[in-house]
């Protein structure tokens, strides 16, 4: 299953087109981490599914989760192509 989530739960950084977000934030308590997401805009209502690509791992700690999104989901939504999200684990 795929863990759901609004834009508006992340903040955004333009430069390097990623989503950010503390998983504390995150609403859906289910996280575990490697697992695919799909972040629903609260502007247009499209959904981008975001594929787990790497866990940043510091002394055998995860820090964080990184994602891209689907070819599918660039297919449907090409702005979507070369963002990315980072969910920090704090």
């Given at each position: 299953?795929?863990?759901?989530y ?7 950084d333009k ?11 995150l ?9 695919d997401?799909?972040?629903?805009s609260?502007?247009?209502?499209n ?8 866990a940043d ?13 689907t070819i ?9 192509k070369?963002?990315?999200?980072l969910?920090?684990?704090?």
């Open positions: 299953m795929k863990n759901l609004y834009t508006n739960q992340f903040s955004y430069k390097t087109k990623t989503f950010v977000a503390e998983v504390s934030n609403i859906n308590p289910t996280f575990t981490g490697s697992q997401i799909i972040l629903i609260k502007k247009t209502g959904r981008v599914g975001y594929y787990f690509t790497l791992v510091v002394a055998g700690e995860i820090k964080g989760w990184r994602f891209e999104p599918d989901s660039i297919r449907k939504i090409p702005s979507c070369g963002t990315k999200v969910i920090i684990n704090d």
